[in-house]
């Protein structure tokens, strides 16, 4: 069983920065890659970033691209998502999901697990 927490989020005006962290409970968390995901107010959950067991980075949304990064400290069993830049679109209910084998890295179906989401909020 994983259990996963996020944290981080909050309200901030646009072009500031925030991170976001994903502790997991787990005692193998470098067997499990792991993804951020986003969702607004009646819009589905859309893939943000995946990160390999390793620490290399699948994939980036082409919507944050160059502006966010993923990253993972395995020995604190953490995920980070560090926002630059945020925009008011990129306001979302941010969530972290891990799987050992996902087989589509940027579908929130190929994640076994999830953690509660921590709400993110960009003023114009």
């Known amino acids: 069983q994983v259990q996963l927490v996020e944290s981080g989020g909050g309200l901030l005006q646009a072009g500031g920065s925030l991170r976001l962290s994903c502790a997991a409970s787990?005692?193998?968390?470098?067997?499990?890659?792991m993804g951020w995901f986003r969702q607004a107010p009646g819009k589905e959950r859309e893939f943000v970033a995946a990160?390999?067991?390793?620490?290399?980075?699948?994939s980036i949304a082409n919507s944050v691209k160059g502006r966010f990064t993923i990253s993972r400290d395995n020995p604190k069993n953490t995920v980070y998502l560090q926002m630059n830049s945020l925009k008011p679109e990129d306001t979302a209910v941010y969530y972290c999901?891990?799987?050992?084998?996902?087989?589509?890295?940027?579908?929130?179906?190929?994640?076994?697990?999830w953690g509660q989401g921590t709400q993110v909020t960009v003023s114009s």
């Open positions: 999901a891990a799987d050992p084998r996902p087989g589509a890295w940027g579908s929130s179906t190929a994640y076994g697990y």
């Open positions: 990160i390999r067991w390793s620490g290399g980075i699948i």
């Open positions: 787990v005692r193998t968390f470098s067997s499990y890659a």
